[in-house]
């Protein structure tokens, strides 16, 4: 296994999680001389594992379909395929490597072909085998000889291919869903046009001086969008600073005016205003995902429940709590599995706050 080997090294500091597929790979390698159906069963283990980790980190569409993710819970043919056809950028790739994880699935399958080969071997060579039988009492040292191959032998030769075809499968996806998760985190710290409303005014307000009147701001966006960024993160931000610099000042000046209790009243508000644009750097966009991909929870529904809660201070509802949960649990297990994710909520929240 050391193409699969190789490419953990290179994507583990990018993809969280990958080294723990070593464990798998060991087991492939471990039990290959003595255990190969055990080698088998594992390399089959180890593609649908990627597979699964593939579909969490790359695929909106996956995880957008609660339906489709159930689906690929209770039948690994359904997984692999739904990741090949996600990490897949080609259909002759894709066909390719469904053929042989095909071949890895339907092991049985194979040894019936090859029980089959050896039938038809022996019935074409009967009379070859018949001159040696005959001979045997004449040559002492084959006379309690073995029947070759021995059927370990053939296991074992099967899995040695098998392992090599894991090893060619599970390299390639771990390269492309590495390669793909990278891109999709660079789109995920992008910024959204339609999102960004007081920008885009401010920045036409900027250059309303321009002959033809424009949409400057969607222009800038979509022909040269490195420097609708960078005039976002200097010199608009810059600006929003020295709004709320002034807002402070003017606020400072009224503390000595008025009532004590309009002025804790209006302290208050302040504390208890949530900024949602502002809180959600790139960097606690990306550490929301890994934590709601580590409870299994749904990112977006959890995003706004931690919004809430930091709006509000008070804790999520239950029938908010369970809509994070992918799973939905049975009645049995509601109440357990809400105060579960009201914890977990208010768990995330801290950590996001902090980093």
């Not at 969280?16 to 070593?22: A, P, S």
């Not at 609708?228 to 005016?257: A, G, H, M, R």
């Not at 790139?282 to 995003?303: D, G, I, Q």
Request: hydrophobic share 35%.
């Amino acid at each position: 296994m050391n193409l699969t080997r190789a490419k953990i090294e290179e994507f583990k500091d990018e993809v969280d999680g990958l080294t723990g597929y070593y464990l798998i790979i060991d087991e492939i390698e471990d039990n290959l001389p003595e255990n190969p159906d055990i080698s088998i069963e594992s390399c089959k283990s180890l593609i649908e594992g990627l597979s699964k980790k593939a579909l969490e980190l790359i695929s909106d569409k996956y995880n957008a379909d609660k339906q489709l993710m159930k689906a690929c819970e209770g039948n690994m043919s359904t997984l692999v395929k739904t990741a090949f056809d996600e990490v897949y950028k080609t259909s002759i790739e894709k066909d390719l490597h469904e053929s042989l994880y095909n071949i890895i699935q339907n092991k049985s399958r194979v040894n019936k072909l090859l029980d089959a080969a050896k039938v038809e071997m022996q019935k074409n060579t009967k009379k070859a085998v018949d001159k040696i039988a005959a001979i045997r009492h004449d040559r002492g040292d084959i006379s309690h000889g073995r029947v070759y191959p021995k059927k370990s032998e053939s296991e074992l030769h099967l899995a040695n291919s098998i392992l090599s075809i894991t090893d060619g499968i599970c390299s390639f996806m771990i390269h492309e869903l590495a390669i793909q998760y990278q891109l999709k985190l660079e789109q995920a710290k992008m910024l959204v046009y339609k999102e960004e409303g007081d920008y885009n005014q401010w920045l036409d307000e900027q250059n309303d001086n321009l002959l033809t009147k424009i949409d400057f701001s969607r222009l800038l966006y979509n022909n040269n969008y490195e420097k609708y960024e960078e005039i976002f993160y200097s010199e608009y931000q810059d600006s929003l600073s020295s709004e709320k610099l002034e807002e402070l000042e003017e606020l400072d000046k009224k503390l000595d005016t008025i009532p004590l209790e309009t002025v804790e009243r209006e302290i208050e508000n302040l504390i208890n205003t949530f900024q949602e644009q502002e809180f959600w750097t790139p960097h606690r966009l990306e550490k929301l995902e890994e934590l709601t991909s580590a409870y299994n929870f749904v990112f977006e529904e959890t995003r706004q429940a931690i919004e809430e809660f930091l709006f509000t201070e008070k804790d999520p509802l239950p029938d908010e709590a369970i809509q994070v949960l992918i799973e939905r649990p049975n009645l049995k297990e509601r109440k357990e599995r809400t105060e579960f994710a009201i914890g977990r909520i208010k768990l995330m929240a801290s950590i996001l706050k902090d980093s």
